[in-house]
């Protein structure tokens, strides 16, 4: 295990929480994290490393228009880059190294997100506001290293009608179950599981958590206290599409009580077209999908497709309110 830590990293407490957990890690320090994120390495055989880093300039970018729930949302970002190898991830190619860079200074993060806050209080806007924290990485993976939950839930919980939503193929989490929460539970954060079946998990979702683990995971949440969004996302045209997820939609039925789960989304995918380019460098799988051209940026998989997938799953799930992306 290699640490490459950032010389304005090196006082936070998480860098030293983390440092103590890796004691038989080498560390080499280094100026600044792109110095070794932005080298272009994917191509090498790699050590495990990881960045310690210190984020400045912090910004919570809003997502796009229709991004799930409507009204005033936003991203931001702890860590980049993610240890799973989802085939289809934009990621692969929007980052040049496989490391993850963490960022360890949650509390200017945490400045930027409250002074987001109270901005769009001040301006009379009273609808929920909900900020997204897993678009650069599956933080609930890593939690047991950064302490993510430990600190943003406790943060989020300070506002009202704020939500908070941790995206996430892992089953693991220990750090969500084992803390008390002060004895209340957590009303400003949501899990949410991304879940596809299991051919396609073992086809295009290489080292995430299986389907049965992940279903676990929330069957325990949801027994224990949390919000529980679930994402059937992405879904992908494989051959034999319908029948595919049609069982899926028949097995998972079976596992999860429905009433329990917070929300349901479906989403499929759409790439920009240079990400699509860059994805048909790195995998061929896509030639064989039907993707067509939807704006002059844009691809997204064939209208008759998503068509198919809004029916089956509005139908499969009469009695929820599904939300759909931009599919
Ligand atoms: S888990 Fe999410 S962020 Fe990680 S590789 Fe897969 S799609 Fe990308």
Partial sequence: MLIYLESKAKSYPLTQQILSKFSNA????IDHYKNIFDKNIWNHKLANAIILAKQENISILPTPANYWYPGKAFFFKSVLNCIFDCEYCYLKWAFKTPF?????NYQDIQNVISEKITSLRKSWYADTIYFYSSNYSDIQWLDEMINFNQSFIPFFEKFPNVLMESRTKSANMASLIREDWE??????????FSLNPQSIIDSF??????LDERINSINTLISKWFKVWIRFLPLLPVENYLQIYTDFISYIKEKVDFNK???IFIW???YTKSDYNNLLKRWNFAFEWKFQECSDW???IEDRITQDFKNLF????PDKRILFDII
Avoid: A, D, L
């Fill in 205 to 210: 979702e290489h080292k995430t958590s299986s």
């Fill in 268 to 270: 499929s995918i759409i």
């Fill in 100 to 104: 993850p860079s963490i960022f360890v």
């Fill in 26 to 29: 080498s560390v080499i320090e």
């Fill in 298 to 300: 844009f691809m997204r």
């Fill in 261 to 263: 789960v917070n929300s």
């Fill in 314 to 317: 509005t139908s499969s799930f």
């Fill in 183 to 192: 004895g209340s539970i957590p009303q400003n954060t949501e899990i949410s």
